[in-house]
């Protein structure tokens, strides 16, 4: 067991967890032979994080800034302890260890594919340029990457806000892609289809081989705007929290059904949804582990429930791969964007 | 959708959520015709959640008696808000309606095999006849189930609380059995072997075809008894909760790593634990969703996660099966309620 290859050293406390369950980690810049230290331009909090630091703040974006500063100086990374969730970072490689096994070289531009939650961290700016609006921070600072970290590096074709969001992502397409592959012509169902993880999930569903795609959203203007992308054979609209509203605008069984709703209370929906024998994979930070395993085995539903990891391998080159391939993809994720900075 | 057949109509609040995620449920006696009322006779909380109400109360049984008396009259059901956890209760059918489709007829002694935290419940009898000091309940009062409920009539060859502990953790051996049937002699990995899911899942992987098992224990005790009943092939000893004492003592890669251990925290070493394209399969309800997701992506761990789904076709018949045909785990079932009544 290589303890350097995981981060070990970087735990300050408690003593022995890795450094993703750690309450403080070691931001220190001076790097191991194995690590490489990254000046960091961009934080991408996650989703959950952001909704949670909005809610919890009533939208006040210097309450969000300041928390966002001090949990960073607190835990020496950003690891929103509500949510247990982080995001990602962009940033230009400063100095690579000797023995790195990361690829990387100075001055490469990457974005990192671990969580912001694992990832020694350190801002010098005081958070200043964010204006707490959305949950892309531009900052500046460092970051340590481990050996067995994962970053990439970010493709010269497209703009970087847009290739960190997609990368941010890049698990749920992947995974769906390898459910869906292993089975005959299923029906995907993909609730909170018109977001990031959904409108990729959708579009790898269907490049995998469903027989039907189904995209399920909240709102009729993003039932308008999935609609008009053509991703889904179908989309419907129901609160992904209302299991019956879920199963009843579905219409039919779902084989696979993919969980993309940053919001808590969606498990019941998405297994009341799914076929016997079908697959429910939960990628939302926002699943409650017991609530899926309890809310399975009260419905007497013999599904498989993954847990949505965020590592497949290839998956950041699939998720871009998606995005450059699908426009109405693209175009989700670039409404998207537009909303965010107009806030 | 029927309604009815979940239970939607026993819902008092929030409407509309399925009766798990409620936080209040009506345990009116009367029944509708496709009901089942229930005379409790037991109670059997789960172990994640008898252990919190023990760490909170500091082991006052008195206390802890208090504290379950007064979920059940406030939620209407006995569903820990803090594991959101439950348990199952065995009681003699009282009355069945007329349309109701489980198959049970008055007189039949029962145990719920769906979770206490959807099962309407009231009790008569202040819970006097309960020390505290142990999980298992003896009360009196009713109990509703559902069309969709699941329950199994006890057998006659095997005392009621040897037959409910085991079929309270029934969905483990059953998903152990079909995730490593589905591969080609699988190394498997239990943590928590000891315990009664963890037991009855290393049997479970035997004769679904493990080449090998390996069951990892906490304690000098525990690996004594464990390896006294011959269930692994080998017994291990670490703190499920340190992932490099996990992965170190474990000594090779498992294709398949169950977890068993009713303990926060023991996500990351399972994950470690489990070779690349793997299989990590979450029994405890004390299992952190984000903490598994982020985690194996933080390892960059290429890891099949999967939530222990309670209800697998037929897993009361195979877990009774189990304890009538291995010696071993009727063994450490017997020893352990032993020492639950001796505490």
């Given at each position: ?227 008009a992308t053509g991703l889904a054979d179908r989309v419907v609209r129901a609160d992904a929290r209302d299991p019956v509203a879920v199963a009843t605008a579905l219409g039919e069984p779902a084989d696979v059904t993919v969980v993309c709703v940053d919001v ?80």
């Open positions: 067991m290589d303890v350097t290859a995981v981060g070990l050293h970087r735990v300050l406390e408690p003593a022995g967890v890795l450094p993703q369950a750690a309450r403080r980690l070691d931001p220190d810049p001076r790097i191991r032979p194995d690590e490489v230290r990254v000046r960091v331009e961009r934080l991408n909090l996650d989703a959950a994080s952001y909704r949670q630091l909005h809610t919890a703040h009533g939208g006040d974006p210097g309450a969000i800034r300041d928390e966002v500063l001090a949990i960073i100086s607190e835990r020496g990374k950003m690891h929103n302890p509500v949510t247990g969730s982080g995001g990602m970072l962009v940033g230009v490689v400063d100095e690579t260890g000797p023995r790195s096994p990361l690829g990387l070289k100075p001055g490469d531009r990457i974005a990192t594919l671990v969580s912001l939650t694992l990832t020694p961290l350190a801002v010098d700016d005081g958070l200043a340029r964010w204006d707490g609006r959305s949950e892309q921070i531009p900052t500046s600072g460092h970051a340590i990457l481990f050996a067995r970290s994962i970053a990439a590096v970010l493709p010269a074709d497209l703009p970087v806000p847009l290739a960190l969001s997609v990368m941010d992502v890049c698990g749920a397409p992947a995974l769906t892609s390898r459910v869906v592959a292993g089975l005959d012509a299923p029906v995907v169902a993909v609730l909170g289809a018109a977001g990031k993880s959904g409108s990729l999930s959708l579009a790898a569903a269907r490049r995998a081989g469903a027989a039907r795609t189904i995209g399920l959203v909240p709102t009729e203007e993003e039932e308008r705007r999935l609609a808590p209370g969606c498990e019941h929906g998405a297994i009341l949804a799914t076929a016997p024998g079908g697959t429910v994979v939960f990628f939302s930070m926002a699943t409650s582990f017991p609530a899926a395993a309890l809310g399975a085995e009260g419905l007497a539903a013999d599904v498989t429930m993954l847990v949505g990891n965020g590592y497949v391998p290839g998956h950041a080159e699939l998720a871009l791969d998606l995005i450059r391939g699908e426009p109405g993809v693209r175009a989700l994720f670039t409404a998207r964007e537009g909303r965010s900075s107009a806030e």
